[in-house]
T-cell receptor, first 114, second 112 residues
Framework: KNQVEQSPQSLIILEGKNCTLQ??????????LRWYKQDTGRGPVSLTI?????NTKSNGRYTATLDADTKQSSLHITASQLSDSASYIC?????????????FGRGTQLTVWP | NAGVTQTPKFQVLKTGQSMTLQCAQD?????MSWYRQDPGMGLRLIHY???????DQGEVPNGYNVSRSTTEDFPLRLLSAAPSQTSVYFC???????????FGPGTRLTVT
């Protein structure tokens, strides 16, 4: 069964600290993996999208890594800010079906304290 | 560009009522999707479309209908609302399925 598992479920860090969020998936065949940020009460916003051949991709203070062999991805946030408080969602695209399917993780709720 | 717009922002329905959630995008995107988001659960795909006139079911399609008569609009119809359909509904669009999606602001629906 195609699944996307994220850990931890929630995380609290102090402003200025770094953190890493994890995503494990069983989706196959794999097309690409996305990380989204969702602020409370708003729609998700795309941070990065990575294909099979990409190991690392950065977007400002956000760096995503992908290991397609072990089917793991991580999102590293550097020098966290209060505005980083949000839910971070890992999404994997399955190319097995004719028109494609996206599988969503349940998200990691990050809280940044001053 | 307005991006992806959804109306209404909030809606309260009684069990058995029907309604349509509106979604529009002005980016000429072919791919559009409807999701529901419930507490403690990930976003779940209801229906999606890869172009005008083409729709397909997602993970949780029961109780919902869609149509795609134009590239811009992708309305979601609740046929006979049930309390289990209380949720936040998001519409999303993208140029292809290989790029990140743009999400609308969501519609918070309560069915009593």
């Amino acid at each position: 069964k195609n699944q996307v598992e994220q850990s931890p479920q929630s995380l609290i860090i102090l402003e200025g600290k770094n953190c890493t969020l994890q995503c494990n998936y069983t989706v196959s065949p794999f097309s690409n993996l996305r990380w989204y940020k969702q602020d409370t009460g708003r729609g998700p916003v795309s941070l990065t999208i990575m294909t099979f051949s990409e190991n690392t991709k950065s977007n400002g203070r956000y760096t995503a890594t992908l290991d397609a062999d072990t089917k793991q991805s991580s999102l590293h946030i550097t020098a966290s800010q209060l505005s980083d408080s949000a839910s971070y969602i890992c999404v994997v695209l399955d190319r097995g079906s004719t028109l494609g399917r996206l599988y969503f993780g349940r998200g990691t709720q990050l809280t940044v304290w001053p | 560009n307005a991006g992806v717009t959804q109306t209404p922002k909030f809606q309260v329905l009684k069990t058995g009522q029907s309604m349509t959630l509106q979604c529009a995008q002005d980016m000429n995107h072919e791919y559009m999707s409807w999701y529901r988001q419930d507490p403690g659960m990930g976003l779940r795909l209801i229906h999606y479309s890869v172009g005008a006139g083409i729709t397909d079911q997602g993970e949780v399609p029961n109780g919902y209908n869609v149509s795609r008569s134009t590239t811009e609009d992708f309305p979601l119809r609740l046929l006979s609302a049930a309390p289990s359909q209380t949720s936040v509904y998001f519409c999303a669009s993208s140029y292809t399925d290989r790029v990140g999606q743009y999400f609308g602001p969501g519609t918070r629906l309560t069915v009593t």
